[in-house]
Structure formats: structure tokens, C-alpha cells
């Protein structure tokens, strides 16, 4: 079995960090992808990086960024993950500078940055609307680097960094037989291109897998976001937690049907993009919220002003936190004033030069064009929600990444749980993916090499994981692929943007029979590159994770960011102290309220006593004067 | 909707023949929707890598009738509707299984050039650079790495023993990004560009630039002006001079 100190699933840019930080480390590193190296899923990223630079509007600091990203997760996340993550953003920016990165600047030469919702401030560097296939192309470039210092060194490329490029992990190797208790010792997994199966032994794992979205019908995310990291940490007996809370992405293709759900960028409406109904009502101004209302505009010409002037007007309502956009486009849909494809109108045509509009939104330009035959520089662009992000995963100690529970497990980006509370703003994630990414490849890398023995994979786990693995090619005679539609169509139709009870109750029965099913799911064919066996093995992950996302979301009774009850519309703050957590028992998804980490003194200072009360229990407000 | 024959080349390690399909046509859909429907009801073993589906990835390259294309980029509209849909892998790489080739070779090219060089004396956050002189080097890197450009290229398609000394038009401009970077401190771009990654194999007809799903202009902007620059460097007396008695810097 092949050695090495850390192992990284997932070569998006989570993944490909904490490889960089550990390798940087000393550490031998392996780097475990479903895809092809420098093809993960934030290649789809396009807005920018949030980072408080603060090159454009120098007011400008980690404290505003932090307050903004609390006020975008609804005060759920854990506070010292924000408040890292606003810390360090900046220099992590300026390190990808330093490895070749090529950012749109300033007219003084530095990083741009542009507006988006929930931001203050101008704080996304990026680069037109393709920021995350710069991020990963710097970071595989980076990779690269550093095996080239190694090939001078040793005169092997792969000595002290090697990508399994189309390799997927089914499970995660412990020393000892039994889920609790035992420390991580290794993957196990089959390689795409042959079928064959391959087992690592580390004592330290990295999971940066990405997320959830395709266990939903209409998302703006790729076939490997399948759940795989939540999955693979539940069977090593972590747990997850904030799994109710989806983020729906407002603006998501919503014509032609094949093209469903493909992200239309946010930097369309922070560069000037306005929605409107079918009455051509910019419909935006009827669905401020109240705990949004003093810093939003209320009048179209006091937000167009702002583009201009933003020290003296207040910002369009268009760049509301996402999950208050996609509502407010849900209910104007649903009210009768959708667009012929059941969308509403994104419109940028008549807000820009058409020039302007294809020198800052190259891509999605580039993509209306050719996929949907609009052009975006004289018509607007229909688009609807879409399933974009989940903010729960992993469960992870804030400043070291690794899981509490399970010793050399460490999770980053996506999977990773906690940082965005019940909302994500734009921009976070990329800033999420390099902060994390970076301190989980540290600490896992320190982890490794402090250890003085070597927790061996205990035999009996690779017998059962190779066993599962080879199921599929048995009796069964469930059509992956109808399995997988089903669970989609289940998700989306009762567990998506807006929920009620009884549909989530019926959620899990389905989850329950469709669980039943998949346990006889059946592939033709061999072993050999074959896309109805890997999504067989896929399904176990998906319904794991789907059957957490049910269940705590029946369980929160209030709505909160990306969690909308309709039989409990009203955020309540009690609910605001809990974390629900999620954990494999028995094989069973068991959901349990854990308390949410406390804001500390000197950044509950950074809030203003009145916007604090409507999220914080007079309790909470008193302790803390006290 | 309508139907419509898709003949797609199945088999192994360059072994296999066509295999024939008749498969629905909706409105709207790309070559890979299609591909993914013959997955999901008549040939769930076959073969073929995609990702974003949105051309952004540069996974799902192929050949669409003879041609090299992204296949969730090809739209159905755009192909006859009264032929046959023929499917191949690239040509250029091996075969591993049906549309699924082995595209190590560029893997490969990418680790022999010789990655950028910060600039000595500046720290992060320290970087100043105009806006028009990033503009150059950031076309190129709009390259999605689909290798439609490595494939279409006849230095390689044709000629397997160029691949050696070859970097092919992906890597050349990677090069070039790297030479038009403003603060790359790396001294010898364009003397590697000829004498290690293979430029003069390069004859500009072009059809790397064709085949680009980015429109980056591969030719005009990146090997022709590389070209340029290794002539001036090689040819020009004074530069020549110059960079014997050491008085001018070497590029």
C-alpha cells in the first residue's frame, strides 16, 4: 500500500491548497480527484473572491467584511470561522499574486474589486466573470511548481506531491473495525480509466470535496457534487451540521430545459443588472426585508444613484443576500408575473453599453449566446433559482480544520461546515475555500508529522470496502440512473426552496424506499470507465446526505437564510443558539441540537445594539452586558 | 421533438467499431444531453468525461463529425438534421474507452514549462500592474484546457513523433502568457520557446485558433508575436551585442 503523510480528496480549491500549504510543510501529500486535474467545480465560479483589500473603497476592513458575513448567515455562523476567514482573505489574495495570478486592476495598478450582494464595499477581486478557473489554474499551477522543485531535487515530479487524477473515494480507512473511536489511517477507492481499486495509507485526510447540488433536479452544480466528503466523514463517524440550509442561487438559467439551472453570475447585478417581472416591475423594492430595510434603497432613483455615488445612497435592493432574492423571484413566479419560461428578467441590456457588457460579463455573455440564442447586450436574460451551495458539512474545529471528532480527519471549502451560517454571500466561498484550505492543509501536514506511530488501516475495512464496492456487478436490478432522478425529483419538489411538513415528512418515506432500492441497484458492463457503476456508488453518498438535509430541515421550525418554511415563516431567535448536527447511527441519520459557539464581546461590539436585538434573545443581549 | 441516428465509436485501447443509436431530439439541447439520455435508457457503460456542462471545464472534448468540439457546447441546432450525429474520440490522444481518451501527453507538456518567476523585492500585496498590459497575458488565460487546440494541431495529429519535442499550441501560448506577463522574472522565455518546446514546429495555419470554444486567438496573439520575439532575440544585431558585452539585460 502506497504511504504518504496527507491525503487530499478533492482538487478544487480547497483541495488543491491544502495540498500546496502541506507540501509546503514537508509533507508527502496525495491529492485524490474525481476529475481530471485543473477541472473541479470552481472552475463555475465567476463573481470574485471577497477579501477586504480594500483597494477600491478604502473603508474597507476585516471588521466590516466580518459583519457582513454574519448578517448574510443570519448570525448562524460560527463567529471564529468568520472572523479567520475576514482576517486572513486578503492575504491569501495577494499570495495567489505572487504564483502567477493575473487579476483586473485598479486604475493605480492593484487588484479590482466589484461590488456584490450583501458586501458593503467593493470587495470581490476577480477576473471579468471567470475568477474560479484563474483560481484553479493559479493553484494547479502552483502544484506544478512544486513538483518541478521536487523533480530537481529527486528527479521525480511525483516524489512529494502526486495527483490521482479520475480516482474516487468510497471510504475513509480507520485503525480500528468500528465507525467511533480509532484515528484515520488511510483511503479507499477505485481509479475511473481502469476500474481498478486502489487503498492509501496517511494518517492524516484532507476532505475538500465540494458539495450537495446534484441530489437536486435543477442546480447550477456538476456530476461530481454528489455529497461524497459529507458522506465519506458520516461513515468515519464525524458529524455534520447546519444541513438544512441549501443555498438557492437567484439567477440560474432557466431556458432551454438542458441548460436548466447553469448559474447566471451575481456580478451581473453588482455591475448594474436589474430583475423585473412581466409587468416590467422592478420588483425588487416589494421584498425588502425589515431587518435589511435601513440599508437598502427605496426608491429606483436613490439605487441608481448608488453605482455611482455609494457613500451617499443606499444599494440596489437587487443585491439583497441571495437567499432573499430567490424568494422574492419565487414569489413573483409564483404570483403570476413570471416570463414565459417561468422565470423573471435579468436585465443588463439597458443598463450598460453593450461593449462594457462583454468586456466585464465575457462569459456569461459567451454562454447566453451560444446556448440560449440571447444576446445579453440587447435583450434580457430569463433566469430563475437554481440549488447553488450547501452551507452545512463537516463539523470542524475553526482554527485547525479538523474534525473534533475523528483524530487526522480535516475538512475545507464546501464540505466543510459552519463558516456561512444559514447563508452564504457571493464571494465567500472562494475566500472560504483558500483561508480553510490553507489552515487545513497546515494542520493536518503538523498532525502527521508529530505522530510517532502510524495508525495502520485495519484489514477488515478494506475486505468490506472492496465488497461494497463491487455490489453493484451483483442480482440488483435498480437502474442507477432511475434511482437517481427520482431522489432528484424528490429533493427538488420537497425539500427545496420553500418547505412545509408534511411534504418533508413524505421526503423522508421516499428517501426511506428509495434507500431500500439502491441497496439493489444493478450495472451492466465491467469495471472499466463506466458511468452507471460510479453513479451507483454514488448513490449511498447522496442519500446519506439527503436524508440529513430532511431531516434537520423538518426538525428547525423557523426560517432562516437558506431554510423557508412556509408553516414557520418567521426567524425565531431561540432557534438562532442551535446548531442542528447530524450523525450516522446504526445506520441511521440521527439529528440532535447542539449549542452555537458564542459571539465574543469585541465582535459583538462591531454591531449596533439595535440590529443585534432582532436576532439575539433579550437573554443573550443581558448576559452580555452583564 | 424528433429522433435522430447517433453513431458513436465504442471500444477499447483504439480497438472498436461504431456503434448505431436512434435517440430523441429536444429543443434547446446540446450533443452531451444526448449523450447522457443514450447513458440513461440504451448504453449506460458509455464512456465519455464531463463536468460543468456549461463550457467552462473543458472536459467533454470529442470529435462531432469529424470535427474537434465540446459536446455540451455543440448545439444540436447546429448540426444537419437529416444526417447521422457521428461521435469519435480525439484522434490525437490515445484511446482508453469509447469518447474517453488519455490526455496525459498535455499533463506532461504542462510540467516542462518552467512556471512564473515573482519578481525579486516585492512582496504579496505589492504588485502594480496597468490594467492594458495584464490584458494580453489574460486572453490566454481564458484557455480551458478542452486540448481541442492540441488535437486539431497537425504537428501532432499527424505526426505521433513530434510529440516529443512538440509542446503544442496550448503550452506555446502558456509560454507566451508567461513572456507578456509584466512582472514574470523568469530570463529565458523566448529562447525555450524555440529551442525546447518545439515553436518552429508551429506553421500558423490556424487551426488551433478555429477549434478554440473560447475564441481565444491562439495564433494572432500568442505564437506569431512569440515567433516575432524569438527572432528579434535571435536576429537582431544590436540585441545580439547587447547581450554579449552585457549592457543591455538579456531580454
Same mark, same amino acid.
Given at each position: 500500500?502506497e *504511504?504518504?503523510?496527507v491525503?487530499v480528496v478533492?482538487a478544487?480549491?480547497?483541495g488543491?491548497?491544502a495540498?500546496i500549504?502541506?507540501r509546503?510543510?514537508?509533507?508527502?501529500?496525495a491529492?485524490?480527484?474525481k476529475s481530471l486535474f485543473g477541472?473541479?467545480?470552481?472552475? @463555475?465560479a465567476?463573481?470574485?473572491?471577497a477579501?477586504?483589500m480594500?483597494n477600491?473603497?478604502?473603508?474597507?476592513?476585516?471588521?466590516?467584511?466580518?459583519?457582513?458575513?454574519m448578517?448574510g448567515g443570519?448570525f448562524l455562523?460560527h463567529p471564529? @470561522?468568520?472572523e479567520?476567514?475576514?482576517?486572513?482573505?486578503?492575504?491569501?489574495?495577494?499570495?495567489?499574486?505572487?504564483w502567477g495570478?493575473?487579476?483586473?486592476?485598479?486604475?493605480?495598478?492593484?487588484?479590482?474589486?466589484?461590488n456584490?450582494?450583501?458586501?458593503e464595499?467593493?470587495?470581490?477581486?476577480?477576473?471579468?466573470?471567470?475568477?474560479?478557473?484563474e483560481?484553479?489554474?493559479t $493553484?494547479? *499551477?502552483?502544484?506544478v511548481?512544486l513538483q518541478?522543485?521536487d523533480?530537481?531535487?529527486?528527479g521525480?515530479?511525483?516524489?512529494?506531491?502526486?495527483?490521482?487524477?479520475?480516482?474516487?473515494?468510497?471510504r475513509?480507512?480507520?485503525?480500528?473495525?468500528?465507525?467511533?473511536?480509532?484515528?484515520?489511517a488511510?483511503?479507499f477507492?477505485y481509479?475511473?480509466?481502469?476500474g481498478e481499486?486502489?487503498?492509501?495509507a496517511?494518517p492524516?485526510v484532507?476532505?475538500?470535496?465540494g458539495g450537495?447540488?446534484?441530489s437536486?433536479?435543477v442546480?447550477s452544480?456538476s456530476?461530481?457534487?454528489t455529497?461524497?466528503?459529507?458522506?465519506?466523514? $458520516?461513515?468515519?463517524g464525524?458529524r455534520?451540521l447546519? @444541513?438544512?440550509f441549501? *443555498?438557492f442561487?437567484?439567477?440560474?438559467?432557466v431556458?432551454?430545459?438542458?441548460?436548466k439551472?447553469i448559474?447566471v453570475?451575481?456580478?451581473?447585478?453588482?455591475?448594474g443588472?436589474?430583475?423585473r417581472?412581466?409587468e416590467g416591475r422592478?420588483?425588487?423594492?416589494?421584498?425588502?426585508p425589515?431587518?435589511f430595510?435601513a440599508?437598502y434603497?427605496q426608491?429606483?432613483?436613490?439605487?441608481d444613484r448608488w453605482?455611482t455615488?455609494?457613500d451617499?445612497n443606499?444599494?440596489p435592493p437587487?443585491?439583497?443576500?441571495?437567499?432573499?432574492?430567490?424568494?422574492?423571484?419565487n414569489?413573483?413566479?409564483?404570483?403570476?408575473?413570471g416570463?414565459e419560461?417561468g422565470?423573471?428578467?435579468?436585465?443588463?441590456?439597458s443598463?450598460?453599453?453593450?461593449?462594457?457588457i462583454?468586456?466585464?460579463?465575457?462569459s456569461m455573455?459567451h454562454q447566453?449566446?451560444?446556448?440560449a440564442?440571447?444576446?445579453?447586450?440587447?435583450?434580457?436574460?430569463e433566469v430563475?433559482p437554481?440549488?447553488?451551495y450547501v452551507?452545512?458539512g463537516?463539523e470542524?474545529?475553526p482554527?485547525?480544520?479538523?474534525?473534533?471528532?475523528?483524530?487526522? $480527519?480535516?475538512a475545507?471549502?464546501?464540505?466543510?461546515?459552519?463558516m456561512h451560517?444559514a447563508?452564504?454571500l457571493?464571494?465567500?466561498?472562494l475566500?472560504?475555500?483558500?483561508?480553510?484550505?490553507?489552515?487545513?492543509?497546515l494542520h493536518?501536514?503538523?498532525y502527521?508529522?508529530?505522530?510517532t506511530?502510524r495508525p495502520q488501516?485495519?484489514?477488515?475495512?478494506?475486505?468490506?470496502?472492496?465488497?461494497?464496492?463491487?455490489?453493484?456487478?451483483?442480482?440488483?436490478t435498480?437502474?442507477?440512473?432511475?434511482l437517481?432522478?427520482?431522489?432528484?425529483?424528490t429533493?427538488?419538489d $420537497?425539500?427545496?426552496i420553500?418547505?412545509?411538513?408534511g411534504?418533508m415528512? *413524505?421526503?423522508?418515506?421516499?428517501?426511506?424506499v428509495?434507500?431500500?432500492?439502491?441497496?439493489?441497484?444493478?450495472v451492466?458492463?465491467?469495471r472499466?470507465?463506466?458511468?452507471?457503476?460510479?453513479l451507483a456508488?454514488?448513490?449511498?453518498?447522496?442519500?446519506?446526505?439527503?436524508e440529513?438535509?430532511a431531516k434537520?430541515?423538518l426538525?428547525?421550525?423557523?426560517?432562516r437564510g437558506?431554510?423557508?418554511?412556509?408553516?414557520?415563516p418567521?426567524?425565531?431567535?431561540?432557534?438562532?443558539r442551535?446548531?442542528?448536527?447530524c450523525a450516522l447511527?446504526?445506520?441511521?441519520?440521527?439529528?440532535?441540537?447542539?449549542?452555537?459557539p458564542?459571539?465574543?464581546a469585541d465582535l459583538m461590539?462591531?454591531f449596533?445594539?439595535t440590529?443585534?436585538?432582532?436576532?439575539f434573545?433579550?437573554?443573550e443581549?443581558?448576559d452580555?452586558?452583564? | 421533438?424528433?429522433?435522430l441516428?447517433?453513431?458513436?465509436?465504442?471500444?477499447?485501447?483504439?480497438?472498436?467499431?461504431?456503434?448505431?443509436?436512434?435517440?430523441?431530439?429536444n429543443d434547446?439541447?446540446v %450533443?452531451l444531453d444526448?449523450?447522457h439520455?443514450?447513458?440513461?435508457?440504451?448504453?449506460?457503460?458509455l464512456a465519455?468525461?464531463?463536468n460543468?456542462?456549461?463550457?467552462?471545464?473543458?472536459s467533454?472534448?470529442?470529435?462531432?463529425?469529424g470535427?474537434?468540439?465540446l459536446l455540451c457546447?455543440?448545439?444540436?441546432?447546429?448540426?444537419?438534421?437529416?444526417?447521422?450525429v457521428v461521435l469519435?474520440?480525439?484522434?490525437?490522444?490515445p484511446?482508453?474507452?469509447?469518447l474517453?481518451?488519455? %490526455?496525459?501527453?498535455?499533463?506532461?507538456?504542462?510540467?516542462?514549462?518552467?512556471?512564473?518567476?515573482?519578481?525579486?523585492?516585492?512582496?504579496p500585496g505589492?504588485?502594480?500592474?496597468?490594467?492594458q498590459?495584464?490584458?494580453?497575458?489574460?486572453?490566454?488565460?481564458k484557455?480551458i484546457?478542452c486540448?481541442?487546440c492540441?488535437d486539431?494541431c497537425h504537428a %501532432?495529429?499527424d505526426?505521433?513523433?513530434?510529440?516529443?519535442?512538440?509542446?503544442?499550441?496550448r503550452?506555446?501560448?502558456r509560454l507566451a502568457?508567461?513572456d507578456m506577463h509584466p512582472?514574470d522574472?523568469?530570463p529565458?522565455r523566448k529562447?525555450?520557446a524555440?529551442?525546447?518546446?518545439?515553436?518552429?514546429y508551429?506553421n500558423i495555419t490556424?487551426?488551433?485558433t478555429?477549434v478554440?470554444p473560447e475564441?481565444?486567438?491562439i495564433t494572432?496573439?500568442?505564437?506569431?508575436?512569440?515567433k516575432?520575439r524569438v527572432?528579434?532575440?535571435?536576429y537582431?544585431?544590436?540585441?545580439?551585442?547587447g547581450?554579449?558585452i552585457?549592457?543591455?539585460?538579456?531580454?
Open positions: 500500500m *504511504q504518504y503523510d491525503v478533492g478544487g480549491g480547497a488543491l491548497r495540498a500549504e502541506a509546503e510543510q514537508g509533507a508527502r501529500v491529492v485524490v480527484c477541472k473541479a467545480h470552481t472552475v @463555475m465567476e463573481g470574485g473572491i477579501a477586504s480594500g477600491v473603497n478604502s473603508g474597507d476592513n476585516w471588521q466590516v467584511h466580518f459583519r457582513d458575513t448578517r443570519k455562523n471564529r @470561522m468568520a479567520l476567514h475576514a482576517k486572513e482573505a486578503p492575504e491569501r489574495v495577494w499570495e495567489l499574486e505572487t495570478a493575473l487579476f483586473d486592476r485598479t486604475a493605480d495598478g492593484r487588484i479590482s474589486q466589484r456584490f450582494g450583501g458586501h464595499y467593493p470587495r470581490l477581486a476577480h477576473v471579468g466573470d471567470r475568477t474560479g478557473l483560481l484553479i489554474r $493553484l494547479q *499551477q502552483k502544484v511548481a518541478q522543485a523533480h530537481r531535487e529527486t521525480d515530479h511525483e516524489w512529494g506531491l502526486k495527483v490521482f487524477q479520475e480516482y474516487t473515494v468510497t475513509i480507512l480507520k485503525e480500528h473495525g468500528a465507525a467511533d473511536g480509532g484515528r484515520v488511510g483511503v477507492g481509479a475511473r480509466e481502469s481499486f486502489f487503498a492509501i496517511a492524516a484532507v476532505l475538500a470535496t450537495i447540488g446534484k437536486f433536479k442546480t452544480n456530476w461530481e457534487y455529497g461524497d466528503g459529507h458522506a465519506l466523514a $458520516l461513515l468515519a464525524a455534520l447546519n @444541513m438544512e441549501i *443555498q442561487h437567484p439567477t440560474g438559467m431556458w432551454p430545459p438542458s441548460v439551472g448559474l453570475t451575481e456580478s451581473v447585478r453588482g455591475d443588472g436589474v430583475l417581472n412581466s422592478r420588483f425588487m423594492f416589494d421584498h425588502v425589515d431587518v430595510r440599508q434603497a426608491t429606483e432613483a436613490e439605487a453605482y455615488d455609494p451617499h443606499r444599494r437587487e443585491l439583497l443576500p441571495r437567499d432573499e432574492v430567490a424568494r422574492a423571484i414569489a413573483e413566479v409564483k404570483a403570476g408575473r416570463t419560461h422565470g423573471v428578467h435579468l436585465d443588463v441590456s443598463r450598460l453599453p453593450a461593449e462594457e462583454v468586456r466585464r460579463l465575457p455573455h447566453f449566446l451560444e446556448l440564442d440571447v444576446d445579453i447586450t440587447r435583450e434580457p436574460m430563475g437554481t440549488c447553488h452551507m452545512g463537516v470542524v474545529d482554527d485547525t480544520a479538523a474534525s473534533p471528532a475523528v483524530p487526522g $480527519l480535516y475545507a471549502g464546501e464540505v466543510a461546515g459552519g451560517g447563508n452564504r457571493g464571494g465567500n466561498s475566500s472560504d475555500l483558500l483561508v480553510f484550505g490553507r489552515r487545513a492543509g493536518a501536514a503538523r502527521a508529522a508529530a505522530l506511530e488501516p485495519a484489514a477488515e475495512q478494506l475486505d468490506a470496502a472492496r465488497a461494497e464496492a463491487v455490489a453493484p456487478f451483483g442480482e440488483g435498480e437502474h442507477p440512473y432511475a437517481h432522478q427520482e431522489l432528484q425529483q429533493m427538488n $420537497l425539500v427545496g420553500i418547505r412545509r411538513a411534504e415528512k *413524505q421526503a423522508q418515506d421516499r428517501l426511506a428509495l434507500r431500500r432500492r439502491a441497496e439493489q441497484v444493478g451492466e458492463g465491467h472499466q470507465f463506466n458511468p452507471g457503476w460510479h456508488l454514488d448513490l449511498r453518498n447522496m442519500l446519506l446526505v439527503s440529513c438535509v434537520a430541515a426538525l428547525r421550525r423557523e426560517s437558506g431554510h423557508t418554511r412556509e408553516d414557520w418567521a426567524m425565531d431567535r431561540d432557534w438562532r442551535s446548531n442542528l448536527v447511527v446504526d445506520g441511521g441519520i440521527e439529528v440532535r441540537r447542539q449549542p452555537l458564542p459571539l465574543r461590539a462591531l449596533d445594539r440590529e443585534l436585538a432582532k436576532y434573545t433579550p437573554e443581549l443581558a452580555e452586558q452583564s | 421533438m424528433s429522433s441516428e447517433f453513431r458513436i465509436w465504442r471500444g477499447e485501447a483504439g480497438e472498436g467499431g461504431f456503434v448505431s443509436y436512434r435517440v430523441e431530439v434547446g439541447e %450533443v444526448l449523450v439520455r443514450l447513458q440513461a435508457t440504451q448504453a449506460p457503460d465519455v468525461r464531463w460543468c456542462k456549461a463550457g467552462k471545464c473543458g467533454c472534448s470529442a470529435e462531432v463529425n470535427r474537434p468540439r457546447m455543440t448545439r444540436m441546432s447546429t448540426l444537419p438534421p437529416d444526417r447521422p469519435t474520440p480525439l484522434r490525437a490522444f484511446s482508453i474507452r469509447d474517453v481518451t488519455d %490526455v496525459g501527453f498535455n499533463y506532461a507538456k504542462a510540467r516542462e514549462v518552467p512556471s512564473f518567476v515573482p519578481p525579486p523585492g516585492l512582496a505589492e504588485y502594480r500592474m496597468a490594467q498590459d495584464v490584458a494580453r497575458s489574460q486572453e490566454f488565460r484557455c484546457e486540448f481541442l492540441q486539431t %501532432v495529429r505526426h505521433e513523433e513530434n510529440k516529443g519535442a512538440f509542446a503544442g499550441p503550452f506555446l501560448m502568457e508567461l512582472l522574472a523568469a529565458d529562447r525555450d524555440q529551442e525546447v518546446h518545439g515553436l518552429g508551429c490556424k487551426c488551433c478555429e478554440c475564441h481565444i486567438r494572432d496573439n500568442a505564437l506569431i508575436p512569440l516575432e527572432a528579434d532575440r535571435k537582431d544585431p544590436l540585441v545580439w551585442l547581450s554579449k552585457g549592457r543591455r539585460p538579456k531580454d
